[in-house]
């Protein structure tokens, strides 16, 4: 026994030293496991308002401020290297207040400000919804996620996300929430570590009719200090409903939209917002007695081209921001078809833009510029995707108030009769769009972002009626945003 005392006390000692390693093991292993939900935030206020005179074909916007906050919850879950679930839920509260200026019969200010004109609201909105199973070199992605093809972009650009081909309606955004989302699949592979593919089968949900199917491929490739890109796609590729995207004849129209396109008949049942798809040549009442016909579709084909180029390449030990020195580009064709009367001419369907991250030396964090530049002859104005004024307006006095199309409101449309679409408008001085956007980090979960531009802002007015408010460059507005991530 008295043999055995030294092993058992030798035992015990090696216990007690290895029961505080164990622990200290198991506390190192729980710090570094990934935990079983993340979750993460952000949070913004914003205030934006014109800083010159503002287009007046809609409403008054001058001079008027305009506030804005939300947030966004960020949930990821990944049980494995494979696998990944991601939901992302917002809410966003803001105004668009119309100030006015109101006289009284003799002529004197009884106020600026029409309260009829301001609009509050707060909504709720899915911002993401995926799952994701990863490899190596690709990974799939399923449900409603978000995704952009450039790096660089700030705020004009981007144009096969954003907008429709036919018509061809252009968007900017200052760190826009919600805009470059999709919903379906999105499958990409990198074969090496300068190319990647991109691939996105989507069903239609920002313009109606909805649920038709999108195509659209991208790729990418980059070599030291240049930065290639292309893509393609195929809107309305697979139709849900084809005599509403893509009428025929004016059987198609008839059954569809319920009305004639050569009388101002309306059917009682007609779906007003699915589409009216057609140019009314009204030269020909005075041979036929009635108008000529042309129907179009909604469906199209988009290309793009973009690029960019580091210069940082050439400085060695540049301190500053990883995103400065660098110039990229974007061009594309919005709609590789021609149509007659609207669409004939594909350079009016080119936008191209150019930007640069100009060096701030570690002052801030971004500086960049970008110039834009879009030939179409029409207001680039989706007002008739949403809802609100005539289409066409005869010269009897009869107008069909279909609130879809992809006839752009001008009066180039082949009519002359367009309503409401030309006054106060030149088609020539839209051509031009600038933006200049600043970032600096304060702390680590603080970021403050300005922007002043002239692009494509659009404020909804008391009817809810997207107009771009800067008809010209010399038109501009300001923005602040304080950004807290969580």
């Known amino acids: 026994m008295e043999s055995a005392t030294p092993k058992i006390r030798d035992l015990g000692m090696r216990l007690r030293m290895a029961i505080p390693a164990w622990m200290l ?49 960020f949930l990821k879950r990944a049980p494995s290297d494979m696998w990944e679930t991601n939901l992302s839920l917002g809410i966003a509260y803001g105004n668009s207040a119309i100030k006015r200026t109101i006289r009284n019969g003799s002529g004197l200010v009884i106020s600026k400000t029409n309260p009829n004109s301001i609009s509050l609201g707060m909504s709720a909105f899915l911002y993401e919804a995926d799952v994701v199973f990863k490899q190596p070199s690709y990974f799939l992605k399923i449900g409603k996620f978000h995704y952009n093809y450039s790096d660089y972009n700030t705020n004009l650009g981007l144009y096969l996300l954003r907008g429709p081909v036919y018509p061809g309606f252009i968007y900017s955004g200052f760190d826009e929430i919600g805009g470059l989302t999709k919903s379906g699949v999105l499958a990409s592979w990198s074969p090496t570590s300068s190319l990647r593919m991109d691939a996105i089968a989507g069903f239609e949900t920002d313009f109606k009719p909805y649920m038709d199917l999108n195509l659209s491929g991208f790729v990418t490739y980059k070599a030291g200090m240049l930065e290639l890109g292309a893509g393609v796609e195929s809107q309305r590729l697979v139709e849900s409903n084809s005599c509403v995207t893509s009428p025929k004849n004016g059987n198609d129209l008839d059954e569809c939209l319920g009305g004639d396109p050569g009388s101002s008949y309306v059917g009682p049942g007609a ?113 008739k995707l949403v809802g ?41 001085k839209d051509n031009w769009k600038w933006s200049v956007n600043m970032r600096k980090r304060l702390q680590e979960n603080i970021t403050v972002k300005a922007q002043v531009a002239s692009d494509h802002w659009r404020v909804p007015n008391n009817n809810f009626v997207q107009y771009e408010v800067l008809a010209n460059p010399g038109q501009y507005y300001g923005s602040l945003k304080l950004e807290y991530s969580l």
Request: charged residues 15%; glycine residues 10%.
């Open 271 to 383: 779906d007003l917002y699915k589409g009216a798809f057609f140019v009314i040549d009204t030269t020909a009442r005075a041979t036929t007695g009635k108008a000529d016909t042309t129907t179009f579709s909604l469906a199209g084909t988009k290309v793009m081209l973009r690029g960019a180029l580091d210069f940082k390449q050439f400085l060695s030990g540049y301190a500053g921001a990883s995103r400065d020195w660098v110039m990229y580009f974007e061009w594309a064709l919005l709609g590789v078809k021609d149509y007659p009367h609207l669409y004939e001419k594909k350079s009016q369907r080119m936008p191209v833009m150019a930007g640069m991250n100009l060096p701030t030396y570690g002052w801030l964090d971004l500086l960049s510029v970008e110039l834009e530049y879009y030939a179409s002859p029409f207001q680039n104005d989706p007002y």
């Open 25 to 73: 093991a198991g506390t190192a292993l729980c710090a570094s496991a990934e935990p079983l939900l993340n979750v993460s935030g952000v949070a913004w206020t914003q205030y934006q308002e014109g800083i010159t005179g503002l287009y007046q074909g809609a409403a008054n916007f001058d001079h008027n401020a305009f506030y804005g906050s939300g947030g966004l919850l």
């Open 388 to 428: 609100a004024y005539d289409v066409f307006q005869f010269s009897d006095g009869n107008s069909i108030n279909y609130a879809m199309s992809p006839i752009p409101p001008s009066s180039q449309a082949g009519s002359g009769q367009l309503s409401k679409a030309s006054k106060d408008f030149d088609p020539a």
